[in-house]
């Protein structure tokens, strides 16, 4: 199992507009983010995970060639807004749909999005063409199995989502925009290898997790690795990082781990 980190940042990305002169140290280029995404490799099945306005870009410069399965962890913008960038692998499907996987609500919400990718006829070369799928707990592919939780963001819930490859048994948990872990997540993310977890800033949020509670949350699942995603302006990778637990790091845009 493969994960590139397409994207580690916030909705507003890192520099942002009218960049503040304190925070990250942007000669760093690990300080650089665009909005979240990442892709993940099962056994040579192409899985993505929510579409950042920067996706485009996101898959050119981490070579990303091929999509079977999309995931959205939830509706909001700087995680649904580069779906239209999903025509280029329906052409190289030769047209075919991409499966979208989503809550009920977020699935309606990129009907109203991209109502001209939601039909049932066959689509012309050049133009996206989704199949709407409810996520359920558990999908099961050929290559293993991707389970599912929802997770609290404010006022709305995400995807929380456990990766299990069937040939090496290699397992990942991705916890994305979430305030915190339910009890049915700690009990998914049992044995993981590696986790993947929202860890916004070093302040309170009142609907990510903060640092100091991603931390926490990961030292009660103990995972081998764990990397933080997510971040905003205020993170800078090599304070940050320097600053926390054995085993426990910061992802960054480019980041890639096998598993």
């Known amino acids: 199992m493969k994960i590139v980190f397409l994207g580690t940042g916030t909705s507003q990305g890192v520099p942002m507009i009218a960049h503040p002169g304190d925070g990250c140290d942007l000669e760093n280029p690990k300080n650089w983010r665009t909005r979240c995404s ?10 993505q995970i929510d579409a950042a306005p920067e996706f485009r870009l996101q898959c050119i410069h981490n070579d990303i060639k091929a999509l079977d399965t999309f995931i959205l962890t939830h509706a909001h913008a700087d995680h649904i807004m580069g779906m239209d960038d999903l025509r280029r692998f329906c052409d190289l499907k030769d047209g075919a749909a991409i ?29 996206p063409s989704f199949d709407l799928i ?12 991707i389970e599912s939780t929802p997770l609290p963001h404010g006022p709305v819930k995400v995807l929380g ?20 872990l339910t009890e049915e997540a700690y009990q998914l ?18 609907s990510h997790m903060n640092i100091t509670e991603a931390v926490a949350c990961a030292q009660r699942i103990q995972a081998p690795k764990t990397y933080l995603t997510h971040m905003t302006y205020s ?13 426990i790091f910061l992802a960054y845009d480019g980041l890639e781990l096998s598993l």
């Open 99 to 127: 499966p979208v996987y989503s809550a009920p609500k977020d699935l309606e919400r990129i009907a109203a999005i991209f109502p001209y990718a939601v039909h049932d006829d066959p689509v012309p070369k050049g133009y």
């Open 235 to 247: 993170v800078d990778h090599t304070t940050t990082e320097a600053s926390l637990p054995e085993s």
């Open 38 to 47: 990442a892709h993940i490799e099962m056994d040579g099945h192409h899985i």
């Open 161 to 180: 989502l456990i990766f299990t490859e069937k040939k090496s048994g290699k397992k990942l948990a991705y916890f994305t925009d979430c305030k915190s």
């Open 189 to 206: 993310a049992e044995g993981v290898d590696l986790l993947v977890i929202d860890g916004l800033r070093q302040s309170e949020h009142p």
């Open 134 to 145: 409810e996520m359920p707990g558990v999908l099961e592919l050929e290559e293993g199995r």
